[in-house]
């Protein structure tokens, strides 16, 4: 079993950024492989950021040069730096663990943390 715990939401204004965390516990190791999705109510969650075990990132088209995924395996712990923020990023953010050979779908994956709001408003 993998525990996930998001922290770093928030309320925040257009431009700002931001930086969510995610702690893993449990039966993690550097090769797990750890993504970042988002959800807007009555939408399917949305690819924002995976990385491999290895290092390999991949982003999502939305985010693409706003958004970065970082990993510090001393802390069992996946970063997502948020710069440039959008309205249209307004979402619950959720981390997940380990997922199997499509990073960017969601199904792919067998753990999930709770999901941390951002909210980007004037």
């Known amino acids: 079993q993998v525990q996930l715990v998001e922290s770093g939401g928030g309320l925040m204004k257009p431009g700002s950024s931001l930086r969510l965390s995610c702690a893993a516990s449990?039966?993690?190791?550097?090769?797990?492989?750890m993504g970042w999705f988002r959800r807007v109510p009555g939408k399917e969650r949305e690819f924002v950021a995976a990385?491999?075990?290895?290092?390999?990132?991949y982003y999502g088209d939305s985010v693409k040069g706003r958004f970065t995924i970082s990993r510090d395996n001393a802390k069992n712990t996946v970063y997502l730096q948020m710069n440039s923020l959008k309205p249209e990023d307004t979402a619950v953010y959720y981390c997940?663990?380990?997922?199997?050979?499509?990073?960017?779908?969601?199904?792919?994956?067998?753990?999930w943390g709770q999901g941390t709001q951002v909210t980007v408003s004037s």
């Open positions: 997940a663990a380990s997922p199997g050979s499509g990073v960017r779908s969601p199904l792919s994956y067998g753990y």
């Open positions: 449990g039966r993690t190791g550097i090769g797990i492989g």
């Open positions: 990385i491999s075990g290895t290092g390999l990132i």
